[in-house]
């Protein structure tokens, strides 16, 4: 891993913790007497809820199809033009 790839996964993981923290902070601001158990409970569902919206909007924003011309897969988000997923064959 270059020294870049290695400082932007550590930003990443910051940024990562810190959102924890906040959540954390918030959920003990709404009932101070949640255990640890109950926070980190919490937080799971969160992120299971979180990954399943982004699943559905992702579903809702992107079509995927074959290219009538090389038969590679193609894509489309929203509006935009449908764009080979790979480059296409020479």
Same mark, same amino acid.
Not at 1 to 4: E, P, Y
Not at 6 to 14: F, R, S
Not at 22 to 37: C, D, F, T, V, Y
Not at 51 to 67: G, H, I, N, Q, Y
């Given at each position: 891993?270059?020294?870049?790839a ?9 940024r ?12 003990? *601001? /709404? ?9 980190? $409970?919490?937080?799971?569902?969160? !992120?299971? @809820?979180v ?7 992702? *579903? /809702? ?7 009538r011309?090389? $038969?590679?897969?193609?894509?489309? !988000?929203? @509006? ?11």
């Open positions: 891993m270059s020294d870049a290695y400082l932007a996964a550590t930003e990443d993981q910051v990562v913790l810190r959102e924890a923290g906040h959540i954390k902070r918030q959920l003990l *601001a /709404e009932n101070p007497e949640l255990s640890g158990q109950d926070v980190l $409970g919490q937080l799971d569902q969160l !992120v299971i @809820d990954s399943e919206k982004a699943e559905r909007v992702t *579903a /809702e924003l992107v079509a995927e199809a074959e290219c011309h090389c $038969g590679h897969s193609v894509m489309r !988000v929203g @509006d935009s033009a449908w764009r080979h997923n790979a480059a296409p064959p020479m």
